[in-house]
C-alpha cells in the first residue's frame, strides 16, 4: 500500500486498521484507497482532526459489511469515521449531486492503494453554485433551531460552532474575503481557532454565534446571486 507518501502519525493509526479492513473486504475486490481531507495536509491536529477514507469495491456485498463492523468502530475511537464505501460507478453518477464533496475528496486525496479514480472528477460551477446554496441555507435553519431549543449555554454554543464546516485556513478566508467583501473575516478565522482548541468565554461565544449567524445569510444571498 502506498502509505509511505502519508504523515507517520496517520500512518501508524492507519496501517494495522487498513490491514484488517482489507482482509475481511478481500484485496481481489477493492478497485482503490484513497485517504482524503485534513489527515493529507497541514491541517491535520492529531486527536482533532478524523482521518478519512473512500473505498472504492467492485461488489458490495453485506457479508463484507458486517465483517467490518467491529474493525469500524474501534476506527471510530481512533477518529477514523467509517469509511465511504462505493462502487466506481457512484462516483461517475453522483458528482452533480456531491460537486463540493467530491471536489474535497478530488484536491486532497492521497490514493493509497489501487487506481485514481478521482483525477478527471470535474464538477460545473453551476452544480457547486446550487450545493452551496442548498448547504448554507440548511445550516441556517439548523442553528436557528438549536438555538431556540438550547438558547445561549455556553457549552451547546461551543459544541455548535465547532461542528460548523469553516474556511479551513486563513488563505481560503483571505480568497473569499477578497471575491466578496461583505465578508467579515474575522467570525472565520474565530470558528477556525475555536475548532483548534482555543477557549473562548461565554460572551465571546454569544457573540460568535450571532455574528456566524450574520455571515451565513450573507452568503445565503451571494449564493443565491452568482
Known sequence: MGLEAIRVDVRKVLQPYLDKLIAKIGCENIVSIILYGSATG????PGRSDINLLIVVK?????????????????????IPPPLIVHPSYIERSVDVFPIEFLE????????????????????????????EEKIKGQLLTIRSAY?????????????????????RDAVIN????????IDADTFRKLLQLRQGVSFTSTELINLFESYHRELEKLADIADSI
Open 42 to 45: 497541514e491541517d491535520y491536529i
Open 59 to 79: 461488489d458490495i456485498d453485506f457479508g463484507h459489511l458486517r465483517a467490518i463492523i467491529p474493525i469500524v468502530l474501534k476506527g471510530i475511537k481512533r477518529r
Open 175 to 182: 480568497n473569499v474575503v477578497e471575491q466578496f467583501n461583505l
Open 148 to 168: 431556540i431549543e438550547h438558547g445561549n449555554s455556553p457549552k451547546t454554543l461551543r459544541n455548535l460552532l465547532i461542528r460548523q464546516p469553516p474556511m479551513s
Open 105 to 132: 475528496i478530488r484536491d486532497t486525496r492521497v490514493i493509497i492503494y489501487g487506481e485514481d479514480l478521482l483525477a478527471n472528477v470535474e464538477p460545473t460551477r453551476e452544480q457547486l453554485r446550487l450545493e452551496c
